[in-house]
């Protein structure tokens, strides 16, 4: 089954330390999204790319980047951790239909610690 | 900036008793809005969606209404199942060109046997 998968599922850095979390899609979409889950807070969006070429800042940006190394992978880059990026990371997919958005697909989550 | 607000942010009822989750909005341009949800350690799922051209759409248990004017929509379990049992998101497209998904802060829906 096509699906989108994510490196690590698991995740314990120190602050200051650089980190990379890796989104990768069989389903052939399109437009990839990273989101951060904290609880109280639901789904926050952090970058979300519509090709390869196109990159687009989130509501959260600050302190992360990304990378769209291709159509179907999506990285996620802390370049200096800290602790208030703990939190669950959700990358999804998205083919937009002719209504131009449709469902997203999620992968099953990267817990990251910070310490 | 844009945003979506989710209210209450827990639920319970009691098995076989109806639940309602409500969202609103506040860009006027969005036109899609889905309904997720995740259950526990697992991924967020869609269950429903509706688009801005329709007022209602149902699905066995589950049915959702959209009020445009007043910028809100709902989200309705009839004859609830232990298995309803999740935290619930509702979300919008932001813009005309629908580029983003804003989701709303999460109710988990406890159901009392």
């Known amino acids: 089954d096509a699906d989108v998968t994510q490196t690590p599922r698991n995740r314990i850095t120190k602050t200051g330390k650089r980190i990379m979390l890796e989104c990768s899609q069989t389903k052939g979409h399109d437009r990839m999204y990273w989101y951060r889950q904290d609880p109280g807070l639901g789904l926050r969006l952090i970058y979300y790319?519509?090709?390869?070429?196109?990159?687009n800042k989130g509501e959260i940006s600050d302190g992360y980047s990304v990378s769209r190394q291709a159509q179907a992978k999506f990285s996620l880059s802390l370049e200096s951790a800290i602790p208030n990026q703990t939190a669950l990371y959700f990358c999804?997919?998205?083919?937009?239909?002719?209504?131009?958005?449709?469902?997203?697909?999620f992968g099953p989550g990267t817990r990251l610690t910070v310490l | 900036g844009e945003n979506v607000e989710q209210h209450p942010s827990t639920l319970s009822v009691q098995e076989g008793d109806s639940a309602v989750i409500k969202c609103t909005y506040s860009d006027s341009a969005s036109n899609y809005f889905p309904w997720y949800k995740q259950e526990l350690g697992k991924r967020p799922q869609l269950i429903i969606d509706?688009?801005?051209?329709?007022g209602e759409k149902k699905d066995q248990r589950i049915a959702v209404t959209l009020n445009k004017t007043a910028k809100h929509f709902s989200l309705h379990i009839t004859e609830t199942q232990p298995e309803d049992s999740a935290v619930y998101f509702c979300?919008?497209?932001?813009?005309?060109?629908?580029?983003?998904?804003?989701f709303g802060s999460g109710t988990r829906l406890s159901i009392r046997p």
């Open positions: 509706i688009r801005s051209n329709v």
């Open positions: 999804a997919t998205m083919k937009p239909g002719l209504a131009g958005v449709d469902e997203q697909f």
């Open positions: 790319s519509f090709d390869v070429k196109d990159i």
């Open positions: 979300a919008a497209s932001i813009g005309s060109s629908a580029s983003k998904i804003i």
